[in-house]
T-cell receptor, first 115, second 115 residues
């Protein structure tokens, strides 16, 4: 699977925007970029995903570079509840058009939000 | 609607005993996944099911680990002759299908402690 690289940790203040970067220089044309987060003592939670175009949902926005070698998860106004480990994951299609199924989690970025 | 549920939430067992961990996926989700998270570490993929079939068992750590799924419903992860290194949170997830565009929904996990 193609690898992703994220900073180990980032900090933000409450109600400020947060930009979480992810590098994936070996991404292939059929890799989806997924973001999950894990709050303390909970299972991971889906945040957003995209293929080529920028994406928005109620939780966040995903900005994908034109060459797709990097992406940025944007939390528009951080809250204390957004403090979590954020994982950037690539999910690959096989030749049959379905993914291999599993999510391969790296170490992620620990986001700390200060009141 | 109901999310992914797992039972028990906590399990303490003696080394050498067998344990069974249960996962109830979201109704209608054909794909089901098991992951493991050791204390302070990232998630490791164990196995996934598409319906009853388990196409990828590559993540199972040893032959002491097995899993089954009945219909497109409940799955059980069994660990035989537990060892202390099996202590971890075991997480189950389900998704509508295997396609890379589908998100995975995680349960709260079962915390296994082997003494």
């Amino acid at each position: 699977d193609a690898k992703t690289t994220q900073p180990n940790s980032m900090e933000s203040n409450e109600e400020e925007p947060v930009h979480l970067p992810c590098n994936h220089s070996t991404i292939s044309g059929t890799d989806y970029i997924h973001w999950y987060r894990q709050l303390p003592s909970q299972g991971p939670e889906y945040v957003i995903h995209g293929l080529t175009s920028n994406v928005n949902n109620r939780m966040a926005s995903l900005a994908i570079a034109e060459d797709r070698k990097s992406s940025t998860l944007i939390l528009h106004r951080a809250t204390l509840r957004d403090a979590a480990v954020y994982y950037c994951i690539l999910r690959t299609y096989n030749a049959g058009g379905t993914s291999y199924g599993k999510l391969t989690f790296g170490q992620g970025t620990i986001l700390t939000v200060h009141p | 609607g109901a999310g992914v549920s797992q039972s028990p939430s906590n399990k303490v067992t003696e080394k050498g005993k067998d344990v069974e961990l249960r996962c109830d996926p979201i109704s209608g989700h054909t794909a089901l996944y098991w992951y493991r998270q050791r204390l302070g570490q990232g998630l490791e993929f164990l196995i996934y099911f598409q319906g009853n079939s388990a196409p990828d068992k590559s993540g199972l750590p040893s032959d002491r680990f097995s899993a089954e799924r009945t219909g497109e419903s409940v799955s059980t992860l069994t660990i035989q002759r537990t060892q202390q290194e099996d202590s971890a949170v075991y997480l189950c997830a389900s998704s509508f299908g295997l396609a890379a565009s589908y998100e995975q929904y995680f349960g709260p996990g079962t915390r296994l402690t082997v003494t």
